[in-house]
């Protein structure tokens, strides 16, 4: 098995940082300050033209904070930290803006974005009584779907609409996550699946959620102290794949994979050799049949290495490291899967880091 990773730096004055979608051989990033998304084409290698994020905000409750420093500042536009790609073509998300009230007060407001890859973009209100969650994913149908909260309830799914509204589609209590826990992620699975990934100390959860159904089943990972840097994936048949470093009693690391079957058995596989807390799984795809992951090394003399880590069907780990990773992808974080042999990483050294891998 062997990786390498190249990079590829945008032009001045755009800065990537987080990949937030692929589409029709497109991969879109965030820019590093939040104002637009940048079109890079997967086989060319070449950047397009930014779409600006929308600046103007439909009129929603706010929620008044006091006395935070707020992630953007009065008049700044909606940011979606991912999106998903419609049915329409469009480029669906949730965006976050906060504004100034006073010394210390700061009103938080949230609406649906939509990217036309024409250039233009769009900001559609969401009801006052919903408070949308980022989580924005692909349904079997093609169309957005998002996860949102009410005052009573999550409604865990909702499908985002090519007019922009949204239309929820089940309900379940708020206490089926316990409250210290905030998800982090949704993957949609087989057969109406959806895996959400919940972290709260001292263990991570999976809830498995089937769409129409007002019940959510609660799986816990077998977790011998605290789990950190976890991700998660689905395969193709329809099992939620987490990679995560587990930290003991004792303060020692140990990195896995944990598969959790449809049914929700639970299988974990042991990643040996990367035993160091330096040493964190930052990303995890599926791909010609294996799973896959990423770690690097945060800090230490070896900082910026990375290694690519693979489960494959006969439930065998393997590792590699990466060649020409340093530095590129030091902070990496999610990952988008362009073709069968390669995915798209982010990087805060304002470059696109691509991984290309070998499949067999």
């Known amino acids: 098995m062997s990786a390498i990773v190249t990079t590829y730096k945008p032009p001045s004055g755009s800065a990537p940082s987080v990949p937030v979608a692929f589409s029709s051989g497109t991969v879109w990033y965030a820019d590093q300050n939040d104002t637009a998304i940048i079109p890079f084409d997967a086989s060319t290698h070449t950047f397009g033209k930014p779409i600006p994020n929308p600046t103007v905000i439909p009129y929603r409750s706010s929620i008044v904070v006091e006395n935070v420093s707020p992630r953007v500042l009065n008049g700044a536009p909606l940011a979606p930290p991912s999106l998903s790609r419609g049915a329409d073509g469009r480029l669906w998300g949730v965006g976050y803006a906060d504004k100034r009230l006073g010394m210390s007060q700061y009103a938080s407001t949230s609406a649906i974005v939509a990217y036309d890859p024409s250039g233009s973009s769009r ?29 009573e309830s999550i409604a865990a799914v909702v499908q985002i609409n090519a007019n922009g509204s949204i239309t929820p589609k089940f309900t379940v209590p708020r206490t089926t996550l ?45 977790v011998d102290g605290y789990l950190r840097c976890e991700e998660i994936t689905t395969s193709p048949d329809g099992s939620a794949w987490i990679v995560g470093q587990e930290i ?30 330096r040493t964190c799984p930052v990303t995890i795809f599926a ?19 990375a290694y690519l880590l693979r489960v494959d069907p006969s439930g065998t780990v393997t590792q590699s490291a990466i060649a020409d990773a340093r530095g590129a992808i030091a902070q990496v974080g999610p990952s988008i899967q362009g073709s069968s042999t390669n995915a798209f990483l982010s990087s805060s050294a304002g470059v696109i880091p691509e991984l290309r891998y070998e499949p067999r």
């Open 123 to 151: 900001a559609f209100s969401i009801p006052n009584f919903y408070t949308p969650g980022s989580l924005t994913v692909i349904g079997e149908n093609g169309r957005p779907w998002s996860m949102v909260w009410t005052h």
């Open 287 to 305: 791909a010609n049949g294996s799973i896959w992951a990423v770690a690097t090394v945060a800090y230490g003399p070896n900082v910026g290495d």
């Open 178 to 222: 316990p409250a210290q826990y905030s998800v982090r992620y949704a993957k949609f699975g087989a057969n109406g699946v959806v895996w959400l990934l919940s972290t709260g100390f001292p263990y991570p959860r999976i809830t498995r959620w089937i769409l129409g159904s007002q019940s959510a089943t609660q799986i816990s990972l077998p």
């Open 248 to 277: 003991n009693a004792a303060e020692r690391a140990q990195t896995y994979f944990y598969r959790v079957s449809p049914a929700g058995v639970v299988t974990v596989f042991e990643i040996r050799g990367l035993n160091s807390r």
